[in-house]
């Protein structure tokens, strides 16, 4: 008798109180990065971002040539 009144007092609580829940309990387990060391990172994924930026335009530049010359345009 006492398993199901645990049931229903798990079914009682909504799928969005659950998910809040278990989010907060994952989030406290998270090793967040210090100040430095997320500054730190943000430059170097911006700086990975231009360089991949400018290759991804070189790259479609020369294509760009070269198909050119192919079709004869």
Request: charged share 25%; net charge positive; glycine share 6%.
């Amino acid at each position: 008798m006492a398993e199901k009144e645990k049931k229903r007092v798990k079914k009682s609580e909504n799928a969005i109180q659950r998910y809040v829940r278990e989010t907060t309990g994952e989030l406290r387990k998270v090793s967040w990065p210090t100040w430095p060391e997320a500054r730190r990172l943000t430059w170097l994924v911006l700086l990975v971002m231009v360089f991949v930026g400018m290759f991804l335009a070189l790259v479609d530049y020369l294509s760009h040539g070269l198909m050119n010359l192919v079709l004869g345009l």
